[in-house]
């Protein structure tokens, strides 16, 4: 029975995603999964699982140092509680780790392997769940009860809460490239509104009522085009 091939449900194709559910023209296509997750998205996963424990170390450090921004860690405690030094990065690693561990738990229950053996110091828990994490990782983006779910805050997907995991971590160590704006103006609404957002393959007007999506080749032609005018108008 050949299989149909069907749109990865990672951050690749979101611009796709989204431009298919409003509806509107467009000549964008899905990062196709290979058979669940394009490959892009199965290198990156790993990529981002692998960095975790360096990243988790930076957060220690953004405690002792002190620079943390608590504000940039969102958690469900009551914003009654005062804050302590270090709380936000405790409760950062408390949440990665945490995750960490429960996702193995996890793969452990799906698969019938033996109950994860609790490790007393965290650094070795970390380690040892993500050895296992990237042991089992092909099979979690494809066999994983939620590998087909659409990448989203909150999803049980296994691939979305590693990039969850990893972002965080990036972003509270200030790391993030967040978005990168791009110099040409949007070709649709004229606004400069065109955005480049880390880890997308598209640039993205973040006009709302315009909201065009242009691919990296497009954005190029259009930005060689916008500066060849200018020039012309420099020349007249
Ligand atoms: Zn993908
Ligand atoms: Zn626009």
Redesign the pocket.
């Known amino acids: 029975m050949p299989a149909t091939p069907t749109p990865c449900p990672g951050p690749c194709s979101r611009a796709w995603r989204t431009a298919e559910t409003a509806g509107t023209p467009h000549e964008l296509q899905p990062a196709w999964g290979q058979p669940v997750h394009c490959y892009t998205c199965q290198t990156r996963t790993r990529g981002d699982l692998a960095a975790i424990p360096e990243l988790l170390a930076a957060i220690w450090l953004e405690a002792t140092n002190g620079t943390a921004r608590p504000a940039d860690v969102t958690t469900s405690r009551p914003a009654s509680v005062a804050p302590w030094p270090g709380q936000a990065s405790r409760l950062l690693t408390d949440l990665i780790v945490g995750g960490l561990a429960e996702l193995e738990d996890d793969i452990r229950a799906l698969r019938g392997l033996a109950p994860r053996t609790a490790a007393v110091r965290e650094g070795a828990a970390v380690t040892a769940s993500i050895s296992f994490l990237d042991t089992h990782l092909s099979w979690a983006m494809e066999h994983h009860p939620a590998a087909g779910e659409i990448h989203e805050r909150d999803s049980a997907n296994p691939s979305a809460q590693i990039r969850s995991w990893h972002r965080m971590a990036q972003r509270f160590t200030s790391r993030d490239a967040r978005l990168e704006q791009r110099q040409a103006p949007?070709k649709?609404?004229g606004?400069r509104?065109l955005f480049y957002a880390d880890g997308e393959d598209y640039i993205e007007?973040r006009?709302a009522e315009?909201k065009?999506l242009m691919t990296a080749d497009e954005y190029a032609h259009w930005a060689e085009e916008v500066a060849a005018k200018g020039t012309l108008k420099h020349a007249a």
């Open positions: 949007c649709r609404c606004w509104s007007c006009n315009c065009l």
